[in-house]
């Protein structure tokens, strides 16, 4: 079945520390995204890159850090420099033409203790 | 910049009845299109329905549909028969089209469906 693969489903890190999430999609998408979600705040857009080794910053990409070396893979660090990094992030991804509709990952939430 | 406004945090509805939600949006481009996806508390989003900018015509799949005007920047779902599993957050959202299909999204509306 086709679709996007996010991991950890839950990850728990110390302040100060970097951690990567994980992002796979095989529906041979172009595009791909990531958005942040918090109570309140709806879905914010981290990064995206429409191309392999491209990609363009968001409405909130402080503190984070993305690679696109291959086309199915668009994972993402949040690193020290993120000061609120307690959240649900979201990954997507669409095809680069029609209407743009993403589809999304089940998500990983992201607890800083 | 693309802003997508809900204005309805929350909204509740009795099993079987008609339940709107609202959603208003500012864009500058001429060709764009308008989504409303579904939470639901397994957190996975859904696509509900779409439409685009240029068609007249409002979108429907089963017992959702949109009023769309374009005029007003006005895009709601109208959800009928209304049914237990409908229980989610919902988003609006827009994108600009072209060769940017960046979606930007509205803050929700959780919509609880009373048995």
């Known amino acids: 079945d086709g679709g996007i693969t996010q991991s950890p489903k839950y990850l728990f890190r110390k302040e100060g520390q970097n951690v990567t999430l994980s992002c796979e999609q095989n529906?041979?998408?172009?595009?791909m995204y990531w958005y942040r979600q918090d109570p309140g705040q709806g879905l914010r857009l981290i990064y995206y890159s429409q191309i392999v080794n491209d990609f363009q910053k968001g409405d909130i990409a402080e503190g984070y850090s993305v690679s696109r070396e291959k086309k199915e893979s668009f994972p993402l660090t949040v690193t020290s420099a993120q000061k609120n990094p307690t959240a649900f992030y979201l990954c997507a991804s669409s095809v680069h033409q029609g209407s743009g509709e993403l589809f999304f990952g089940e998500g990983s939430r992201l607890t800083v203790l | 910049a693309q802003t997508v406004t809900q204005s309805q945090p929350e909204m509740s509805v009795q099993e079987a009845e008609t339940v709107t939600l609202s959603c208003t949006y500012d864009t500058s481009e001429s060709d764009y299109y308008l989504f409303w996806y579904k939470q639901p508390p397994s957190r996975q989003m859904i696509l509900v329905i779409r439409?685009?900018?240029?068609?007249?015509q409002n979108a429907t799949e089963n017992r959702f549909s949109v009023n769309f005007q374009k005029a007003a920047k006005s895009f709601s779902l109208k959800i009928s028969d209304s049914q237990l599993g409908d229980a989610a957050m919902y988003f609006c959202a827009s994108n600009s089209g072209g060769s940017n299909y960046k979606l930007t999204f509205g803050k929700g509306t959780l919509l609880t469906v009373n048995p």
């Open positions: 529906l041979n998408h172009d595009a």
């Open positions: 439409q685009e900018a240029y068609k007249q």
